[in-house]
């Protein structure tokens, strides 16, 4: 629960959502949220480069699958995973020891303000965890901190929503017509880290160097068909009908059924995704 954790006080929000109804969400679901962004990973484990006795650090990292796959390559060091969230932490512990990964562990915490060892690590990873911070400048001076000088620092984000089909083709189709208020650029969430100048201006302030962006494009799945994926986008973005009456609610439901229909091929439903791999050094 949120009152064993420590958590930033600016954070409280993103634990409750993250060890609440949200995070349950994503741990029953985790074998779907991995698929789903399964053509990202490549470039995550590519930039991290993990050597056989690395000592990695995974920030948000979920259900785990960054962390096994640290686990793995870091045979002869460890991997540790931090995330807000007991009940994905759950599944990620399970999911490491089915796998026999004794050299993977799991610490719930707010990678914002969490004491890790000094200089205890090689490189820090994160697929898509890093963009929730209230204060990324302090999260990302206190993960600095938890690397030794020359560790690296790799992250895997979201570019900005323009160039993210499924997230456009979802929320428009779920406002019904209504004008939802958008998140003001670099607030906490998805697209946190989205403006590479921002993403430099908090590295540099947090005291890291040799950053460099690198876009990728994807695409991304939701589900074998269009009812499979209309039961999961609905399941996680169904507080968006909140306020509509039932005319409202069939015109979103009708409408996000129309696009998922529209973007439903023999492999299952796909849309188009833009992530950044953002690499840095702690010198």
């Not at 599944?91 to 707010?110: C, K, M, T, Y």
């Not at 950053?211 to 994807?218: A, D, F, G, N, Q």
Request: proline share 5%; aromatic share 8%.
């Amino acid at each position: 629960m949120i009152s064993t954790l420590r958590v930033d006080p600016a954070n409280t929000e993103q634990a409750r959502a993250w060890d609440g109804q949200e995070g349950a969400y994503w741990a029953e679901h985790a074998d779907r949220y991995d698929r789903a962004i399964r053509a990202h990973r490549p470039h995550l484990l590519a930039a991290a480069g993990m050597s056989a006795t690395d000592q990695v650090l995974d920030i948000g990292c979920g259900t785990g699958q960054t962390t096994r796959d640290a686990a793995l390559r870091a045979s002869g060091g460890r991997a540790l995973g931090v995330d807000l969230s007991a009940a994905m932490l759950r599944v990620a512990r399970q999911r490491a020891a089915a796998e026999g990964l004794h050299n993977a562990e799991f610490v719930q915490a707010d990678a914002q303000v969490h004491p890790f060892p000094a200089a205890a690590f090689d490189v820090a990873v994160s697929r898509t965890g890093t963009m929730f911070f209230a204060d990324p400048v302090a999260a990302f001076r206190n993960i600095a901190g938890a690397l030794r000088p020359g560790g690296r620092l790799v992250q895997l984000v979201w570019q900005a929503p323009a160039d993210n089909e499924w997230f456009l083709s979802f929320t428009r189709a779920l406002a019904a017509g209504r004008s939802l208020p958008t998140p003001s650029p670099g607030a906490p969430g998805p697209f946190g880290l989205a403006d590479p100048d921002r993403v430099r201006a908090i590295l540099k302030t947090a005291g890291f160097t040799d950053i460099e962006l690198e876009p990728h494009s994807e695409a991304m799945w939701f589900g074998e068909d269009a009812d499979d994926a209309e039961r999961f986008i609905l399941g996680m973005l169904g507080w968006m009908l909140d306020g509509l009456d039932d005319a409202g609610r069939r015109r979103a439901i009708d409408d996000l059924s129309a696009t998922l229909t529209a973007h439903e091929t023999a492999g299952g439903v796909h849309y188009a995704s833009a992530t950044w791999t953002i690499r840095a050094t702690r010198p």
